[in-house]
T-cell receptor, first 112, second 113 residues
Framework: AQRVTQPEKLLSVFKGAPVELKCNYSYSGSPELFWYVQYSRQRLQLLLRHISRESIKGFTADLNKGETSFHLKKPFAQEEDSAMYYCALSLYSGAGSYQLTFGKGTKLSVIP | DAGVTQSPTHLIKTRGQHVTLRCSPISGHKSVSWYQQVLGQGPQFIFQYYEKEERGRGNFPDRFSARQFPNYSSELNVNALLLGDSALYLC????????????FGQGTRLTVV
């Protein structure tokens, strides 16, 4: 069965310091991976998807199939990055069928 | 566009009662999924519907059921509520057919007492 692991419940960094939020997955097929973010009092929203290979709000994430990882990185943390971050794996089985498997989330706190 | 809307936003029910949660997807989206998020955990998949048919079911008891209507809105029903059903219930919509980006609603906070 598929699984997503985010080893850190809480990550605190100082403003301007680099950030790395870890995500490991287990899945026998070809994964599609996402990072979702939830800012205080806001709904869950998509931050990144691995197939787009783009940088959003300074964040990047590279899929490493050898290490089964999809870590989220940002070189210089900003206070507005403080939020809850969820790594998710999408299972798409055709005919419009798909589901997301989420990790437990990492709360990022950026210290001014 | 208001995005995905869910109603009600908060709900308090007694053990053994039944509850219905509602979701309206983004206009043009044909896929709706339901997730349960218990405090301190990530969202857990319950159901997915596409074109009014159930396409996926998570590891939840038969007390949980759902349906999708011709206008693609959806209902999640939970019977014989237990204290452990207390959670945030999230609805997500997507375009379907390979368009896997999910857009989430604000959720319904269900408290069972």
């Amino acid at each position: 069965a598929q699984r997503v692991t985010q080893p850190e419940k809480l990550l605190s960094v100082f403003k301007g310091a680099p950030v790395e939020l870890k995500c490991n997955y287990s899945y026998s097929g070809s994964p599609e991976l996402f990072w979702y973010v939830q800012y205080s009092r806001q709904r869950l929203q998509l931050l990144l998807r691995h197939i787009s290979r783009e940088s959003i709000k300074g964040f990047t994430a590279d899929l490493n199939k050898g290490e089964t990882s999809f870590h989220l990185k940002k070189p210089f943390a900003q206070e507005e990055d403080s939020a809850m971050y969820y790594c998710a794996l999408s299972l798409y089985s055709g005919a419009g069928s798909y589901q997301l498997t989420f990790g437990k989330g990492t709360k990022l706190s950026v210290i001014p | 566009d208001a995005g995905v809307t869910q109603s009600p936003t908060h709900l308090i029910k007694t053990r053994g009662q039944h509850v219905t949660l509602r979701c309206s997807p983004i206009s043009g989206h044909k896929s709706v999924s339901w997730y349960q998020q218990v405090l301190g955990q990530g969202p857990q998949f319950i159901f997915q519907y596409y074109e009014k048919e159930e396409r996926g079911r998570g590891n939840f008891p038969d007390r949980f059921s759902a349906r999708q209507f011709p206008n693609y809105s959806s209902e999640l029903n939970v019977n014989a509520l237990l204290l452990g059903d207390s959670a945030l219930y999230l609805c997500a919509s997507s375009g379907g057919q390979g368009k896997t980006e999910a857009f989430f609603g604000q959720g319904t906070r269900l408290t069972v007492v």
